[in-house]
């Protein structure tokens, strides 16, 4: 039910954060888009000077003189058709050289501060005659350059439309004049221009938007994951806490169930007149009293950071340490069979005897908990550390579980809490005393094959 839970907020988180990205996204498209016309606008503007009105008029009428008369003579049939563009084309070359040299000072006159190309080209040529117009350049075809470069279609942006015609022509022009009373002409041209730099310049005027927007998606990312990372920990710990409930409730029901048949037992006439009965039932409170406190003072001290351990160091003996609690453990332990590899020679550690006996009974415990019937203790020292190695041949532990043994109140397996009587403190407890003495745990665990703990322990510890 939880894991369902997690499940629909992660799809509902997930898709909130679409839809946010996709409303930012469509925002800054339209800023964007926004930016780029008045971009262009202001562009254009500050471009005024290559319009047909302002731009120089020698270029212009040269180039009046230059159609009238290609013109004149196509229709007196002088000149082929096939050679009208070629002869256009041909006088096109020296004047547009004139046309940017005239395009290129301009734009450093006025420290024009973007690369702007551009191109005029003439898109449709008509006769007009009262017989039917002749149509000599179609809007359909590619063109004729007139003034500038050619430039890509894909990028270039349209600048203006020029409409020139017989009656247009100057009248000052009297040779022109003349010409064009017995010839009538349109003529259509369009002009574009093409800044290879304009998006950078427009996402140039965006960067401060376009930085709040990338930091408040990624804040939204961070704390949809550091919500989702806190709820997912706030579970693991209440199952934790769950699973610690049940296992502490376990392990009181029993002493306190035995201490109420036995203080309901003294209740009788018949054991209190019986002295040896009456003792009997007395040793078995105070063995279950014991118990319950062994219980309490775990949960008490097993529980503690290794922050919050005060160590009683002193001067002991490796070998006599790990001697003497195997040879115990061994008495207490019949059936578990121990094989000791310790190193011949003897170190001297600066330890807490207690809680470093404590800790390796723990993984001794804990191995024999978890199927283990035969237990290797060896040791070694290496340069500064000295190195205890407890490996048993149990269960084993997975190995999506060994990152987890030595967190508090864990164990390995709660799917069913009472098959291994334990309160999940017992390595955490072992993991925390060595890091107290600045040493450190390791674990080596196949399932199937049993498990293997590495406890390093500083050989000079401050």
Do not use: C
């Not at 000072?105 to 002749?134: C, H, M, R, W």
């Not at 610690?244 to 309901?264: D, G, Q, R």
């Not at 040793?283 to 949960?299: A, E, F, G, H, S």
């Not at 269960?395 to 508090?408: L, P, R, T, Y």
Request: glycine share 4%.
């Amino acid at each position: 039910m939880m894991k369902r839970k997690i499940n629909i907020l992660i799809i509902a988180s997930v898709a909130a954060l679409i839809t946010l990205s996709s409303i930012q996204y469509y925002l800054i498209s339209n800023t964007f888009q926004l930016k780029k016309d008045t971009f262009i606008k202001e562009v254009k503007s500050q471009l005024k000077f290559i319009e047909v009105n302002e731009r120089l008029e020698s270029l212009d009428d040269s180039y009046n003189d230059l159609i009238t008369d290609v013109l004149e003579n196509y229709q007196n049939g002088t000149l082929p058709k096939e050679k009208l563009f070629s002869k256009v084309k041909q006088f096109n070359d020296s004047l547009n050289a004139k046309f940017e040299t005239y395009f290129e000072n301009t734009l450093k006159e006025k420290s024009f501060p973007y690369t702007v190309n551009f191109q005029e080209q003439i898109v449709s040529a008509v006769i007009l005659k009262s017989t039917g117009n002749d149509t000599i350049l179609s809007p359909k075809s590619d063109g004729i350059l007139l003034f500038g470069s050619s430039l890509n279609p894909k990028t270039r942006i349209s600048f203006n439309s020029n409409q020139w015609t017989s009656n247009s022509l100057s009248e000052d022009d009297e040779r022109v004049l003349e010409a064009t009373r017995s010839l009538h002409f349109e003529i259509r041209s369009h002009s574009y221009i093409d800044i290879p730099e304009w998006r950078y310049e427009v996402l140039k005027q965006m960067t401060g938007l376009l930085s709040l927007s990338v930091i408040s998606i990624l804040t939204v990312i961070l704390l949809f994951i550091y919500a989702l990372s806190s709820f997912i920990k706030q579970k693991k710990v209440a199952d934790i806490k769950t699973d610690f409930i049940n296992n502490i409730t376990h392990e009181l029901k029993t002493p306190l169930a035995t201490l109420s048949v036995a203080t309901k037992t003294m209740q009788k006439e018949t054991v209190l007149s019986n002295r040896e009965l009456l003792s009997t039932t007395v040793q078995t409170v105070d063995r279950q009293r014991n118990r319950l406190q062994n219980l309490i003072d775990q949960v008490l001290s097993n529980s503690l950071g290794f922050k919050d351990i005060s160590l009683s160091t002193s001067l002991v003996s490796s070998n006599e340490l790990l001697q003497n609690l195997i040879t115990d453990y061994t008495l207490t332990n019949t059936a578990i069979k121990i094989n000791m590899l310790l190193e011949p020679k003897d170190t001297s550690l600066t330890i807490d005897k207690f809680h470093i006996t404590t800790a390796l009974l723990n993984v001794l415990d804990n191995a024999v908990k978890y199927g283990g019937k035969s237990i290797v203790v060896s040791s070694k020292s290496s340069k500064n550390m000295f190195h205890i190695s407890i490996q048993d041949d149990g269960i084993g532990i997975a190995k999506e579980e060994q990152n987890k043994v030595f967190d508090k109140f864990y164990r390995v397996g709660n799917t069913n809490v009472h098959t291994t009587k334990g309160l999940g403190l017992g390595l955490y407890y072992v993991h925390q005393i060595i890091k107290a003495h600045k040493g450190s745990v390791e674990l080596d665990s196949t399932v199937g094959e049993g498990t293997k703990i590495n406890i390093n322990i500083p050989i000079q510890n401050a």
